[in-house]
């Protein structure tokens, strides 16, 4: 399996660009990198995914490296909202599912 | 709000006692995972339903069932409760099962607590 490596915590000021990092070094050509966070203990929230290219929506920006082996989410301005545990995820085979491990604690300070 | 529904929000039971958790997915979503959260278990997935079949089981007790109905809503029944039983129980649903279009949007999640 696929597996993720992702900092424990990390401090971002208030309004500025938070880059979270994940490596998956072992992934497959056909697995997909997605990206959730978890704030208190709220449902696990969708944030963005993607296979090859560098993906954007409305909440964030993931930059893929070109060898796949890993990847940045990006918030380009973030807000105290945003403190949260995030998870990076390798999608597994088709018709597995999620595997989440600890993630990285976002704090973002005023 | 992800469109997820799980009811209760809360269920406190001592232990031995039976409970059932119930889920409705997001409209149009035909599946829908358990997962359960513990301090320090971290989130597990449990089981995944695809149009009323099972699809893939993880690390779900015997103890544990779980079914997905006809109007697709599920139901996750815990039996024998233990104290370790307490924990947050979150559903999860997604359209398909296509990589790439099976994103999982997450509902609030069932506090459970055993005493």
């Known amino acids: 399996d696929a597996k993720t490596t992702q900092p424990p915590s990390m401090d971002c000021a208030e309004g500025r660009a938070a880059n979270l990092p994940c490596n998956h070094s072992?992934?497959?050509?056909?697995?997909?990198v997605y990206w959730y966070r978890q704030i208190h203990s709220q449902g696990p929230q969708y944030i963005i995914h993607g296979l090859k290219n560098n993906e954007t929506n409305e909440m964030a920006s993931l930059i893929i490296t070109e060898d796949r082996k890993s990847s940045t989410l990006i918030l380009p301005h973030a807000t105290l909202r945003d403190t949260a545990v995030y998870y990076c995820?390798?999608?597994?085979?088709?018709?597995?599912?999620?595997?989440f491990g600890p993630g990285t604690r976002l704090s973002v300070l005023p | 709000d992800s469109g997820v529904t799980q009811t209760p929000k809360h269920l406190i039971t001592a232990t031995g006692q039976r409970v059932t958790l119930r889920c409705s997915p997001r409209s149009g979503d035909l599946s829908v995972y358990w997962y359960q959260q513990s301090l320090d278990q971290g989130l597990q997935f449990l089981i995944q339903?695809?149009?009323?079949?099972?699809?893939a089981k993880g690390n779900i007790l015997e103890r544990f069932s779980a079914q997905q109905f006809p109007d697709l809503h599920s139901e996750l029944n815990l039996s024998s409760l233990e104290l370790g039983d307490s924990a947050l129980y979150f559903c999860?649903?997604?359209?398909?099962?296509?990589?790439?279009?099976?994103?999982?949007?997450f509902g609030p999640g069932t506090r459970l607590t055993v005493l």
């Open positions: 339903y695809y149009n009323g079949e099972e699809r």
């Open positions: 995820i390798v999608r597994l085979r088709y018709g597995q599912n999620f595997v």
């Open positions: 999860a649903s997604s359209p398909t099962g296509t990589p790439g279009e099976d994103t999982q949007y």
């Open positions: 072992t992934i497959s050509g056909n697995e997909y």
